[in-house]
């Protein structure tokens, strides 16, 4: 339609060339009058925002006493065409005229919808655009006029959307991708949302296993899922966010770990019945490497969690290097020892809080209250207990047989006045440089008893030898 009013107006030129000149009409919407050119520096019924000096080219109707007219008009001053029949209102609103110059659009291309929205696409010329209205547009905002589209959707003055073409862009409202109600900012249905980077196969995938069993796989570039995170057995005591490995991508799934509704996580096990539970016979592997202090374990926080670090305990596994120091700054020593310490902090505010209350060495030597035991068990302090068994193995019963042969009373005496203490019992020297092996000890002190219990047997007899020759002297000399 627009291209047969521009056809017809260019066929009315040479007429009015010829039997026309341009008259003054600053009224396009004047009734009466005759056809004609026209001109006007104060334009008035022409098209919104007119001023200045305007074309008028007005084509009546014989009666002067209504206003039926078939005008066009311009600016003198751009390429713009404006066309519109008034009738029989002058206010008539006025309607662009697309023109084409070197295959490009002179202007913006305008719809009105059912809605009464402006719906605008186009290309305008110049390095930077303005659109004040509209709820879809396609221009260039890039000055040495590459192809940088720009879409942007305004209503009411309210900008909606924008997207760009290197990629950036603005939403308002919810987009739906399979539905025509999204319920949030982004909604998909009927299918997965996929993320890549690498290749169209690798990346993650949001969706869901079924209606309660929301999931997010972890796909190589074979598009084969290898990882997921799932929810799983809604509403029953089964409920969990599980993490789930896949062996090459096939069947079947294998459950890493849990974190069920109360917070518990399980190990090897949906239903974990404490804060952490791991279940089955693999090994379990705490700590880390650290070149400073060696290898670390396990913290154990104190004062109920409120302040963590306030004191507590911990598990860790110190190296005893044989050479060069610590790995890395000093080469790769061997391990001459390895000892796992049980250790309470005071307060960790305090470099020397840390105590060791338990050592356990590589050799099977265990120490409280030293990280160095000597013997199998080295403990550097007292010892309560209520009772405590040694190996019975070599008692000293031998001492009453018959054929026992022990030191006299005589010997005895000669020997503590030259050693100072007993035979085979260790000196005060060799007590405070050896210390004492408690079963052994008692077994000597036990023998010592025996031999002493024989001396005593054998004196009593003498005693009583003497009693009864003394009686009978007595007798005698009565």
Same mark, same amino acid.
């Given at each position: 339609?627009?291209?047969?009013?521009?056809? !017809?107006?260019? @066929?009315?030129?040479? &007429?009015?060339?010829?039997?026309?000149?341009?008259?003054?009409?600053?009224?396009?919407?004047?009734?009466?009058?005759?056809?004609?050119?026209?001109?006007?520096?104060?334009?008035?019924?022409?098209?919104?925002?007119?001023?200045?000096?305007?074309? =008028?080219?007005?084509?009546?109707?014989?009666?002067?006493?209504?206003?039926? @007219?078939?005008?066009?008009?311009?600016?003198?001053?751009?390429?713009?065409?404006?066309?519109?029949?008034?009738?029989?209102?002058?206010?008539?609103?006025?309607?662009?005229?697309?023109?084409?110059?070197? /295959?490009?659009?002179? $202007?913006?291309?305008?719809?009105?919808?059912?809605?009464?929205?402006?719906?605008?696409?186009?290309?305008?010329?110049?390095?930077?655009?303005?659109?004040?209205?509209?709820?879809?547009?396609? #221009?260039?905002?890039?000055?040495?006029?590459?192809?940088?589209?720009?879409?942007?959707?305004?209503?009411?003055?309210?900008?909606?959307?924008?997207?760009?073409?290197? $990629?950036?862009?603005? !939403?308002?409202?919810?987009?739906?991708?399979?539905?025509?109600?999204? @319920?949030?900012?982004?909604?998909?249905?009927?299918?997965?949302?996929?993320?890549?980077?690498?290749?169209?196969?690798?990346?993650?995938?949001?969706?869901?296993?079924?209606?309660?069993?929301?999931?997010?796989?972890?796909?190589?570039?074979?598009?084969?899922?290898?990882?997921?995170?799932?929810?799983?057995?809604?509403?029953?005591?089964?409920?969990? =966010?599980?993490?789930?490995?896949?062996?090459?991508?096939?069947?079947?799934?294998?459950?890493?770990?849990?974190?069920?509704?109360?917070?518990?996580?399980?190990?090897?096990?949906?239903?974990?019945?404490?804060?952490?539970?791991?279940?089955?016979?693999?090994?379990?592997?705490?700590?880390?490497?650290?070149?400073?202090? /060696?290898?670390?374990?396990?913290?154990?926080?104190?004062?109920?969690?409120?302040?963590?670090?306030?004191?507590?305990?911990?598990?860790?596994?110190?190296?005893?290097?044989?050479?060069?120091?610590?790995?890395?700054?000093?080469?790769?020593?061997? #391990?001459?020892?390895?000892?796992?310490?049980?250790?309470?902090?005071?307060?960790?505010?305090?470099?020397?809080?840390?105590?060791?209350?338990?050592?356990?060495?590589?050799?099977?030597?265990?120490? #409280?209250?030293?990280?160095?035991?000597?013997?199998?068990?080295?403990?550097?302090?007292?010892?309560?207990?209520?009772? #405590?068994?040694?190996?019975?193995?070599?008692?000293?019963? &031998?001492?009453?047989?018959?054929?026992?042969?022990?030191?006299?009373?005589?010997? !005895?005496?000669? &020997?503590?006045?030259?050693?100072?203490?007993?035979?085979?019992?260790?000196?005060?020297?060799?007590?405070?440089?050896?210390?004492?092996?408690?079963?052994?000890?008692?077994?000597?002190?036990?023998?010592?008893?025996?031999?002493?219990?024989?001396?005593?047997?054998?004196?009593?007899?003498?005693?009583?030898?003497?009693?009864?020759?003394?009686?009978? !002297?007595?007798?005698?000399?009565?």
């Amino acid at each position: 339609m627009m291209k047969f009013f521009a056809l !017809l107006f260019f @066929a009315f030129i040479p &007429y009015f060339l010829f039997a026309q000149t341009t008259q003054p009409k600053d009224d396009a919407g004047q009734m009466g009058g005759t056809s004609g050119f026209f001109e006007t520096y104060n334009p008035v019924n022409f098209p919104a925002g007119a001023g200045g000096w305007w074309h =008028l080219l007005d084509v009546r109707h014989s009666n002067v006493n209504n206003n039926f @007219a078939m005008q066009f008009a311009g600016s003198f001053f751009d390429q713009n065409l404006w066309f519109r029949k008034t009738n029989n209102v002058p206010n008539t609103e006025w309607s662009r005229v697309i023109t084409e110059t070197n /295959g490009n659009l002179n $202007g913006k291309l305008y719809m009105l919808t059912s809605g009464g929205q402006n719906f605008f696409t186009g290309h305008q010329a110049g390095g930077t655009y303005s659109y004040p209205g509209g709820i879809f547009k396609a #221009i260039t905002d890039n000055a040495n006029g590459q192809s940088n589209f720009f879409y942007e959707g305004v209503t009411a003055g309210i900008t909606n959307f924008t997207v760009r073409a290197d $990629g950036q862009g603005y !939403l308002a409202a919810g987009l739906g991708i399979g539905t025509q109600n999204p @319920a949030y900012k982004l909604t998909v249905a009927g299918g997965d949302i996929k993320a890549y980077g690498y290749d169209n196969n690798s990346g993650i995938a949001i969706g869901a296993e079924a209606s309660e069993r929301p999931r997010i796989g972890f796909h190589v570039s074979d598009n084969s899922r290898r990882f997921k995170i799932e929810m799983n057995g809604i509403n029953t005591h089964y409920e969990r =966010l599980g993490f789930f490995s896949i062996n090459g991508g096939q069947s079947p799934e294998q459950e890493a770990f849990s974190i069920n509704k109360n917070g518990n996580i399980g190990i090897g096990t949906p239903l974990p019945a404490s804060k952490l539970h791991v279940a089955g016979d693999e090994f379990i592997t705490l700590g880390s490497y650290d070149a400073g202090s /060696g290898v670390k374990g396990i913290q154990f926080a104190g004062y109920r969690d409120v302040i963590p670090n306030y004191f507590g305990a911990s598990i860790e596994a110190v190296p005893e290097w044989v050479c060069c120091g610590s790995y890395p700054s000093g080469g790769y020593p061997g #391990i001459k020892n390895i000892a796992l310490n049980f250790n309470v902090h005071l307060d960790a505010g305090l470099a020397d809080s840390k105590r060791t209350a338990m050592s356990i060495r590589s050799n099977g030597y265990v120490g #409280i209250g030293t990280i160095a035991p000597e013997e199998r068990f080295t403990v550097n302090g007292k010892i309560k207990a209520n009772e #405590i068994r040694v190996n019975g193995n070599g008692a000293p019963d &031998y001492v009453f047989e018959e054929d026992y042969k022990f030191a006299t009373l005589e010997a !005895l005496e000669s &020997y503590i006045k030259a050693n100072k203490h007993l035979p085979e019992v260790p000196s005060a020297k060799e007590f405070e440089r050896d210390g004492i092996a408690v079963g052994e000890m008692n077994k000597l002190l036990l023998k010592k008893i025996e031999e002493l219990t024989l001396h005593m047997i054998e004196m009593n007899k003498r005693v009583e030898k003497l009693e009864a020759e003394n009686k009978k !002297l007595k007798n005698n000399g009565n």
